[in-house]
């Protein structure tokens, strides 16, 4: 699916706007469309973005490795310090 949209960028007494910029977000896949109109404020170029921020997905992967890395490592130590005889004994 696609489409566009055509229009010129004006204040309310119906001058153009030169240098305006226009962000248009898909609710659904948050992608953004930008555009920065030029001097005659008639048209613009389009620039495409992911909408992904990339330091979020990175901090994201390090939460999840650090959350990973205690879980491992908690029950690891603790069975670690147990001494096997005793745990047999006790079983």
């Known amino acids: 699916m696609s489409g566009y949209v ?6 309310s007494s119906g ?6 910029e226009i962000r248009i977000e898909n609710n659904g896949t948050h ?9 005659s404020g008639a048209s613009g170029h389009w620039v495409e973005n992911s909408g ?3 330091f979020a ?3 994201v992967c390090l ?3 650090l959350v990973s890395a205690v879980a491992c ?3 690891a130590s603790h069975a670690a310090s147990v001494d096997p005889m005793a745990a047999l004994r006790h079983e």
Request: no cysteine.
């Open 52 to 54: 992904h921020d990339p």
């Open 15 to 20: 001058a153009t706007i030169p240098g305006a």
């Open 73 to 75: 490592l908690l029950p």
């Open 57 to 59: 997905i990175l901090g």
């Open 31 to 39: 992608v953004v469309r930008q555009a920065i109109y030029d001097e």
């Open 6 to 11: 055509l229009g010129t960028v004006t204040d």
């Open 63 to 65: 939460l999840l490795a």
